[in-house]
DNA sequence: TATTGTTATACTCTATAACTATA
DNA sequence: TATAGTTATAGAGTATAACAATA
């Protein structure tokens, strides 16, 4: 009997596509790619939008305050902090109680930056959903944060 | 009138937890991470597990079939396949029809290793999806392949 | 003694260009 | 001319240790 050198023609990928932890990668990978490309006008990377997000919805937030809510290690958020202060979103003043912290707050012109940003990451999420039902969307949310948090 | 510097107690992340983007990141980071520490035993980070899974189910599948199965850049693969290969879990043996292609085919040791490894990432989901009717996974993985498939 | 913010640094992951062998 | 596999390398993302200032 001959042992003969099998090849594939379509890759089985079932297994995989079957848990969880691969199925949200590969998602998320797929919709921070959309983000990518329609955050550029504004020089925003996600990391960055969230960062000013969080900022803009919380005027004084701390650096640890952000590390904490983003998962972002301290030093880490040190350089992106520099970046988006020096370009003019962001300005950071003492803070009320706390000598050792820095609040950090938006700038007019962060502000109205993050206005337009956020309007147009909704209707990414619309492009994104457009494969889903806005109830389906509700779901999936609702779902994944059941996981992480 | 006075202006006082805002302090935040809470910090507000509703907004971010709207996106579909942001909740798959951060359900994906909090999979893969328990993933990392499950998988410890098995010296697998979790793109080795995946390469060595779809090698498993795909005798023979050649690197650029992993790349596009995977979304893995050819050039990042090829130092995962040396460590796979040295470790002996896959052997690579010439293409059957093409030349210039290599069929990767898994080891009687890398067979042995993904056939508890699988097991052990499946009860993995189980502990993930604990916060999960095994409905909602259903869902939850349907959902996710609707938006990158 | 613990915490905030920071520096320096290392390690991993991902991306691009260019080469060779074969189709 | 195009494709498979590879090399070298650059850039981004993520990690730990250690320090000064303040609590």
Redesign the pocket.
Known sequence: MKKTIPAVDDVDTSYLESLIGYNARRAALAVIGEFLEQMAIYDL?P?EFSVMSVVVHNPGV???QLCAALNI????L?GL?QILETRGLIERKP?PH?????GIHPTDEGEALMMEAEVTAKELEMNVGSKLTPNQVQTLVTLLQKIYL
């Open positions: 990377k990391v701390t650096s640890r290690l301290p030093p880490n040190v902090i803070h706390d000598g050792r912290a820095v």
